[in-house]
């Protein structure tokens, strides 16, 4: 079996690049470093600097005989409160451009990445059904690049993930790109104080890297996820502020709060636990 893994130098895509090897896919890694890094790209699998944006031919060549294409370059969501139109062509374009590759060279399988900030805000509980009604640069490119894979679900096998809050091992720590969890632990680590926007009760769902990987894998082999949408989140709600507790920070201040985030969250993930998901607690033994 043939997997190709955008974004697979990345935080996320090379757990998955990971998994896929242990599972005997032979791997191919597309990513163009602006946030990866090589040192995440898992040993055995072939890594392809590419852009997703353009470099079609390219990224067309990889595509050839692929069974399975985990789309997870995006356009993070700091970065695209500073350069919003970047945000839609990585987002929007860089994901019309994969699905019409894949169509071309007849992938069997398109698993897309998206994220829960399609959502928007709202004090209702969310599943897949929920309306989404974003409230950010970073919320309405990805409903877009949703929308190109809903549209080209008539022509290919397509399945939707709406992650939520990943954490956990090769995290970036960059304060543009990185995640909070990441940031706040280099920030102990350098005896820097921890900087929370807004008030800090805002909420997370911090959910594992492993099993936003599993849930990756499991979708592209099940039949019925065809044409679907799944959220990929855990279920224990932790404020900002109780995680400084957690993670024993001394040192805090406060600056005001980010365009577009999300105070809270209150999300099912009943449709991909039926299918066997699993999202374990959070835990600061994982951090």
Partial sequence: MKAVVTGGAGFIGSHIAELLLDEGYHVIVIDDLSAGKLENVPDGARFVEANVCNNW?????QFEGADVVFHNAASKKRVCLEDPQRDLRVNAGGTLNLLRIAVEHKVKKFVHASTGSVY??????IDEWTCPDPVSYYGISKLAGENYVRLFSKKIDTTILRYFHVYGERQENHPDYGGVIAIFKKQIAEGKPI??????????????VEDIARANLLVSHCPETRGQIYNCVAQQPVTINKLTRMMKAEKIIHADPLEGDIFEFNVSNDKISKLGAKFRNFDAKWI
């Fill in 195 to 208: 900087k929370i926007y807004g008030s800090g009760h805002q909420q997370r769902l911090f959910t594992h």
């Fill in 120 to 125: 928007g805000e709202t004090t209702r509980r």
């Fill in 57 to 61: 031919h390219w990224i067309a060549q």
